[in-house]
């Protein structure tokens, strides 16, 4: 356990006797299976980056066929055996097996467990003034529902046949007819989903409830927020796909035909199913998750960005009232946008120009977020620390992300980019450069609150820098082949095309930039790993801000504060005037203000 | 104060004693019209009023919504647009498809 | 360190936590059912003219109808179950609670019949759309109506040593495992006559 400085703030007075009334706890309960809400974060943040990792290790692979499509992989190769890569050359099968669990490791598995999981449970009881969440048991029962998730998404590449390979977006037919590892991923969905649903409920009842003393709403971090709005999309928008899940299971396994259209003949041969489904069905229900579900993941970093941006510039944020609407009515709005998703369906103009419309009304709100927080840099005193710089590069990746997406929603525009490599540019960028810099600028931001350490600013920038130019390298490419209409999912990466010649020789640019952002990676895991024993110890606000959680030691002890904080102002009152230094903490009463 | 949280209570039985006979009496008549064989249209018009009507009973009485409070409304009313949603858009496939 | 607004309620929201955690549980299971009612309209309107069957004529609608009744009574049971709580009256709690159980087998047993029925017939999930639809959804209700009897048995059994202990709090826990059960009763006032009697 670190040494904490025992200083006046609230949570300091009664921390031995905390520590002693938790020594009975053996080291299952404690470390494995706790209900302690910053056990939790850490479990699902470090599982998180795990799958994070093997997700990209995926896509590795998948981009040495893309640059040298049939050539053999040199010793990796061999590692996969003659089902998957005869003689060390990748199989389409297998291709597409890497690409569909790519996508689904690194949004339901990666991605969401640490934006969500991760950093929401750790820091939103912090920031609130809470001794932990609402209902910690469930708490705990939504990481093993995860973990199990994971473990059946994971076991799924064994069975015969191999895991899913109908894409993370599992379209009927191909998804109904595929061998067995599409079952297990609609299993592993519903441990998933089950998770996510737990997990929402408890963060929605845990931020109306629990939070401190004077702290109203909208004295509330952005964060916290973020993080409110986020859950209910949780919510309300998963359960749709678990009766998808369900009705595909139902197809698959008792024979129905929700999603099989009559007449279909596969390989020669009539599909035996009745048929009278519809494999639109399937979409409309998957989509009316996955485009809440894109929110989900852009979200938490715009909250993790606000703070980070507040605290390095020395300045409130810009518009935070405006930037709270803003966020609700994105919410509200992402519910009805989702078939943007499926302009080549054969929809009518009607319902081509609903989805248009309301797509273009969503840019609205994401438009205010992106420039309010460009705006709170204005005038301020920017410290750029790690934290602050995957935050600064996350304004104009996601500038980019957001502004790709907009010929997307249009539906006209989207004739010829649809299921192109543009598309795949446009995702991964808020993604990627996005939400992933957030997520970073977060780490950075965060760790020395969990391990009472800081992480080395220089090995922080070496991180930073090559992994903002590699990102570039793999995703601005991807716009020019997808404007020459080279199309995504393909195993050969558009080389067998004739339109595609002047274009293809990008893929080898890209496949290198990523071989190289995942050597980048590396100061990143060091700086981790040996800055959890040897970092710079330090005290309960090193980053001298303003948000509750930095009223609790570093790190805080089971409970968080011994005496529950009172807030006494708003989230961010740095460079208050006549205030002896640039900041006043929301948890220090007013006279000690003065 | 404890009569009056008693009486209260007896207030509540007494209603849903009354409840439980008009849903009884509701299902029944359910069932009757079903029997009518009704033009679609109007069947499934009545069916879903009737149902709704005994909806709204079992939720607003037996699941206390009629006295609830406004945040728990607030979350319904998110949740029934959504569900709107989810039951009226997709039906557009069907009967907004492209024309040549 | 305790978990503040467990029990008592918190004066700006006017709610404890298990009352609000449970109406956002039965917000999901709307999004849940209303996905599969999106699913039943969808399939009945792509159906080939004709060919979508009446409920009546392959449902069994007297035992659907009983079981009706059986899951309206049990709903009236179980908020007696919490009533007698809130009159302090843990004997008339056991009994109702009982009854709610009792009911709930009731539902499956017919279920069951009618599903066997079915089986024999070779009236299968594969063998159309609407068959397809009437077991997925029946079938997620019958799952709901087993997990609301095993929280509801586990109430009247081992959890309802908390009464002596927090009155308050155990009645508040019948409380929302009620919800529960009336809002599986309440799909079901919807599934009824739109499978059956449509």
Same mark, same amino acid.
């Given at each position: 356990?670190?040494?904490?400085?025992?200083?006046?703030?609230?949570?300091?007075?009664?921390?031995?006797?905390?520590?002693?009334?938790?020594?009975?706890?053996?080291?299952?309960?404690?470390?494995?299976?706790?209900?302690?809400?910053?056990?939790?974060? @850490?479990?699902?943040?470090?599982?998180?980056?795990?799958?994070?990792?093997?997700?990209?290790?995926?896509?590795?692979?998948?981009?040495?066929?893309?640059?040298?499509?049939?050539?053999?992989?040199?010793?990796?190769?061999? $590692?996969?055996?003659?089902?998957?890569?005869?003689?060390?050359?990748?199989?389409?099968?297998?291709?597409?097996?890497?690409?569909?669990?790519?996508?689904?490791?690194?949004?339901?598995?990666?991605?969401?467990?640490?934006?969500?999981?991760?950093?929401?449970? &750790?820091?939103?009881?912090?920031?609130?003034?809470?001794?932990?969440?609402?209902?910690?048991?469930?708490?705990?029962?939504?990481?093993?529902?995860?973990?199990?998730?994971?473990?059946?998404?994971?076991?799924?590449?064994?069975?015969?046949?191999?895991?899913?390979?109908?894409?993370?977006?599992?379209?009927?037919?191909?998804?109904?007819?595929?061998?067995?590892?599409?079952?297990?991923?609609?299993?592993?969905?519903?441990?998933?989903?089950?998770?996510?649903?737990?997990?929402?409920?408890?963060?929605?009842?845990?931020?109306?409830?629990?939070?401190?003393?004077?702290?109203?709403?909208?004295?509330?971090?952005?964060?916290?927020?973020?993080?409110?709005?986020?859950?209910?999309? !949780?919510?309300?928008?998963?359960?749709?796909?678990?009766?998808?899940?369900?009705?595909?299971?139902?197809?698959?396994?008792?024979? %129905?035909?929700?999603?099989?259209?009559?007449?279909?003949?596969?390989?020669?041969?009539?599909?035996?199913?009745?048929?009278?489904?519809?494999?639109?069905?399937?979409?409309?229900?998957?989509?009316?998750?996955?485009?809440?579900?894109?929110?989900?993941?852009?979200?938490?970093?715009?909250?993790?960005?606000?703070?980070?941006?507040?605290?390095?510039?020395?300045?409130?944020?810009?518009?935070?009232?405006?930037?709270?609407?803003?966020?609700?009515?994105?919410?509200?709005?992402?519910?009805?946008?989702?078939?943007?998703?499926?302009?080549?369906?054969?929809?009518?103009?009607?319902?081509?120009?609903?989805? =248009?419309?309301?797509?273009?009304?969503?840019?609205?709100?994401?438009?205010?977020?992106? %420039?309010?927080?460009?705006?709170?840099?204005?005038?301020?005193?920017?410290?750029?620390?790690?934290?602050?710089?995957?935050?600064?590069?996350?304004?104009?990746?996601?500038? *980019?992300?957001?502004?790709?997406?907009?010929?997307?929603?249009?539906?006209?525009?989207? @004739?010829?980019?649809?299921?192109?490599?543009?598309?795949?540019?446009?995702?991964?960028?808020?993604?990627?450069?996005?939400?992933?810099?957030?997520?970073?600028?977060?780490?950075?931001?965060?760790?020395?609150?969990?391990?009472?350490?800081?992480? %080395?600013?220089?090995?922080?920038? !070496?991180?930073? +820098?090559?992994?903002?130019?590699?990102?570039?390298?793999?995703?601005?490419?991807? &716009?020019?082949?997808?404007?020459?209409?080279?199309?995504?999912?393909?195993?050969?990466?558009?080389?067998?095309?004739?339109?595609?010649?002047?274009? @293809?020789?990008?893929?080898?640019?890209?496949?290198?930039?990523?071989?190289?952002?995942?050597?980048?990676?590396?100061?990143?895991?060091?700086?981790?790993?040996?800055?959890?024993?040897?970092?710079?110890?330090?005290?309960?606000?090193?980053?001298?801000?303003?948000?509750?959680?930095?009223?609790?030691?570093?790190?805080?002890?089971?409970?968080?504060?011994?005496?529950?904080?009172?807030?006494?102002?708003?989230?961010?009152?740095? #460079?208050?005037?006549?205030?002896?230094?640039?900041?006043?903490? =929301?948890?220090?009463?007013?006279?000690?203000?003065? | 104060?404890?009569?009056?949280?008693?009486?209260?209570?007896?207030? =509540?039985?007494?209603?849903?004693?009354?409840?439980?006979?008009?849903?009884?009496?509701?299902?029944?008549?359910?069932?009757? @019209?079903?029997?009518?064989?009704?033009?679609?249209? $109007?069947?499934?018009?009545?069916?879903?009023?009737?149902?709704?009507?005994?909806?709204?009973?079992?939720?607003?009485?037996?699941?206390?919504?009629?006295?609830?409070?406004?945040?728990?409304?607030?979350?319904?009313?998110?949740?029934?647009?959504?569900?709107?949603?989810?039951?009226?858009?997709?039906?557009?496939?069907?009967?907004?498809?492209?024309?040549? | 360190?305790?978990?503040?607004?467990?029990?008592?309620?918190?004066?700006?929201?006017?709610?404890?936590?298990?009352?609000?955690?449970?109406?956002?549980?039965?917000?999901?299971?709307?999004?849940?059912?209303?996905?599969?009612?999106?699913?039943?309209?969808?399939?009945?309107?792509?159906?080939?003219?004709?060919?979508?069957?009446?409920?009546?004529?392959?449902?069994?609608?007297?035992?659907?109808? !009983?079981?009706?009744?059986?899951?309206? #009574?049990?709903?009236?049971?179980?908020?007696?179950?919490?009533?007698?709580?809130?009159?302090?009256?843990?004997?008339?709690?056991?009994?109702?609670?009982?009854?709610?159980?009792?009911?709930?087998?009731?539902?499956?047993?017919?279920?069951?019949?009618?599903?066997?029925?079915?089986?024999?017939?070779?009236?299968?999930?594969?063998?159309?759309?609407?068959?397809?639809?009437?077991?997925?959804?029946?079938?997620?209700?019958?799952?709901?109506? *087993?997990?609301?009897?095993?929280?509801?048995?586990?109430?009247?059994?081992?959890?309802?040593?908390?009464?002596?202990?927090?009155?308050?709090?155990?009645?508040?826990?019948?409380?929302?495992?009620?919800?529960?059960?009336?809002?599986?009763?309440?799909? +079901?006032?919807?599934?009824?006559?739109?499978?059956?009697?449509?």
């Amino acid at each position: 356990m670190a040494i904490i400085e025992h200083k006046t703030a609230p949570g300091h007075e009664a921390e031995p006797h905390e520590h002693a009334e938790h020594e009975h706890l053996g080291f299952w309960r404690q470390y494995v299976f706790s209900t302690d809400h910053k056990v939790i974060g @850490i479990q699902y943040a470090v599982t998180g980056l795990l799958f994070l990792f093997f997700g990209f290790c995926l896509v590795m692979l998948m981009r040495w066929q893309l640059a040298f499509p049939g050539r053999a992989l040199p010793w990796i190769g061999k $590692l996969f055996g003659e089902a998957r890569m005869p003689g060390g050359s990748m199989l389409p099968e297998f291709y597409n097996e890497l690409g569909a669990m790519h996508g689904t490791i690194m949004v339901f598995l990666g991605v969401v467990p640490l934006a969500v999981g991760g950093f929401g449970n &750790f820091v939103l009881p912090l920031q609130i003034g809470a001794p932990d969440m609402a209902f910690p048991r469930i708490n705990m029962a939504s990481y093993w529902s995860y973990f199990l998730g994971g473990i059946t998404m994971l076991a799924s590449f064994f069975v015969p046949g191999g895991a899913a390979q109908s894409g993370w977006t599992s379209y009927a037919p191909l998804s109904i007819i595929a061998g067995q590892g599409q079952t297990m991923w609609l299993f592993g969905m519903i441990f998933l989903i089950t998770s996510s649903l737990l997990g929402s409920i408890n963060f929605i009842v845990t931020t109306v409830q629990l939070r401190a003393p004077g702290l109203t709403f909208f004295r509330l971090p952005f964060f916290v927020w973020a993080q409110l709005v986020t859950s209910f999309l !949780l919510l309300l928008a998963f359960p749709p796909l678990e009766a998808a899940g369900v009705m595909q299971l139902m197809d698959r396994l008792a024979g %129905s035909s929700f999603f099989m259209p009559s007449g279909l003949v596969v390989s020669g041969q009539a599909a035996a199913y009745t048929g009278g489904g519809n494999p639109l069905l399937w979409q409309h229900l998957f989509w009316f998750l996955a485009h809440p579900e894109v929110y989900v993941l852009i979200l938490p970093a715009f909250g993790i960005v606000a703070e980070v941006i507040a605290n390095n510039t020395r300045k409130p944020l810009w518009g935070y009232k405006l930037m709270v609407y803003a966020l609700w009515f994105l919410g509200f709005m992402s519910f009805v946008v989702w078939a943007h998703h499926m302009f080549f369906t054969g929809m009518g103009t009607t319902m081509a120009a609903f989805f =248009q419309t309301t797509t273009m009304i969503i840019s609205i709100p994401s438009v205010v977020l992106l %420039s309010s927080l460009l705006i709170s840099l204005w005038g301020g005193s920017i410290r750029f620390t790690t934290p602050m710089l995957f935050a600064l590069a996350f304004l104009p990746m996601f500038g *980019i992300g957001g502004l790709t997406g907009l010929p997307l929603g249009l539906s006209a525009a989207d @004739i010829p980019l649809h299921d192109t490599y543009y598309v795949i540019g446009h995702f991964h960028y808020v993604v990627a450069p996005g939400t992933l810099f957030a997520l970073f600028a977060g780490i950075y931001y965060w760790f020395p609150k969990a391990t009472g350490r800081r992480m %080395s600013e220089r090995l922080g920038k !070496l991180h930073f +820098w090559p992994s903002l130019i590699f990102i570039n390298g793999i995703f601005m490419p991807m &716009f020019i082949q997808g404007l020459a209409g080279v199309s995504r999912r393909l195993y050969d990466g558009g080389a067998s095309y004739d339109f595609a010649k002047e274009v @293809i020789h990008w893929n080898v640019f890209m496949s290198v930039s990523a071989w190289c952002l995942a050597i980048s990676q590396i100061p990143f895991i060091i700086n981790f790993f040996r800055s959890i024993k040897h970092g710079e110890k330090v005290g309960d606000n090193p980053w001298e801000a303003t948000t509750l959680e930095w009223a609790a030691p570093s790190p805080p002890p089971h409970g968080n504060f011994a005496t529950a904080p009172e807030a006494y102002r708003g989230p961010y009152d740095y #460079s208050v005037p006549g205030h002896p230094t640039d900041f006043t903490p =929301q948890f220090l009463a007013a006279q000690q203000a003065t | 104060m404890a009569n009056h949280a008693e009486h209260d209570i007896d207030r =509540q039985v007494r209603t849903y004693i009354v409840i439980f006979i008009t849903l009884m009496a509701l299902t029944f008549i359910t069932v009757a @019209i079903s029997r009518l064989h009704l033009p679609v249209h $109007l069947a499934v018009t009545l069916a879903l009023v009737v149902a709704s009507v005994k909806g709204g009973l079992v939720a607003g009485y037996f699941m206390h919504l009629i006295s609830e409070r406004k945040l728990i409304y607030w979350v319904l009313g998110f949740t029934v647009s959504c569900f709107i949603a989810v039951l009226l858009l997709p039906l557009w496939s069907h009967f907004d498809p492209i024309r040549n | 360190m305790e978990i503040p607004y467990t029990v008592a309620e918190r004066p700006d929201t006017g709610l404890n936590n298990g009352k609000i955690g449970i109406w956002l549980f039965l917000a999901s299971e709307v999004m849940l059912f209303g996905a599969l009612f999106a699913s039943y309209l969808m399939m009945r309107i792509g159906a080939t003219e004709g060919t979508w069957p009446r409920g009546d004529s392959i449902l069994n609608v007297p035992l659907a109808t !009983l079981n009706t009744v059986v899951l309206i #009574s049990s709903s009236v049971t179980m908020v007696m179950a919490w009533a007698s709580l809130k009159r302090n009256d843990f004997g008339k709690f056991r009994l109702f609670q009982a009854l709610t159980v009792l009911a709930g087998f009731g539902f499956l047993t017919i279920k069951y019949i009618e599903y066997s029925a079915k089986f024999h017939h070779g009236l299968l999930p594969s063998k159309n759309t609407f068959l397809a639809i009437y077991f997925t959804l029946t079938g997620l209700h019958g799952l709901h109506v *087993i997990g609301g009897m095993a929280i509801n048995a586990y109430l009247w059994g081992p959890g309802s040593k908390l009464w002596k202990t927090d009155p308050e709090h155990f009645t508040n826990r019948v409380e929302n495992s009620g919800l529960f059960w009336h809002f599986v009763d309440l799909v +079901w006032i919807f599934l009824f006559p739109i499978l059956y009697l449509l």
